[in-house]
Nanobody, 120 residues
Framework: QVQLVESGGGLVQPGGSLRLSCAAS????????MGWYRQAPGKERELVAA???????NYADSVQGRFTVSRDNAKNTVYLQMNSLKPEDTAVYYC??????????????WGQGTQVTVSS
């Protein structure tokens, strides 16, 4: 069984910063891509940022230059540093990872989500 546990969400003023963390645990053999998605009320879930096992990154245009995704492979953890936050960044942020366990093929796993609210 694999779990993704997120932390670091909260309320922040416009222009502020937050750092999200997501740790994967369980019978993990390997992790390929890891990333972050978000879903605002009334909107579809969208990709925010992703990072490959080799460190290649990909960002949504709306967060390019403000957000930075990184990972610690030894800790099976992915991070999202969010700077210059805007009210439109308000959403539930979900961690995602492609994980192969010791007894199953590669598949998609999701965290439970963490609320980020940007408001004055």
């Amino acid at each position: 069984q694999v779990q993704l546990v997120e932390s670091g969400g909260g309320l922040v003023q416009p222009g502020g910063s937050l750092r999200l963390s997501c740790a994967a645990s369980g019978s993990i053999f390997s992790i390929n891509n890891m990333g972050w998605y978000r879903q605002a009320p009334g909107k579809e879930r969208e990709l925010v940022a992703a990072i490959t096992s080799g460190g290649r990154t990909n960002y949504a245009d709306s967060v390019q230059g403000r957000f930075t995704v990184s990972r610690d492979n030894a800790k099976n953890t992915v991070y999202l540093q969010m700077n210059s936050l805007k009210p439109e960044d308000t959403a539930v942020y979900y961690c995602n990872a492609d994980i192969r366990t010791w007894n199953s093929a590669l598949r998609d796993y999701w965290g439970q989500g963490t609320q980020v609210t940007v408001s004055s």
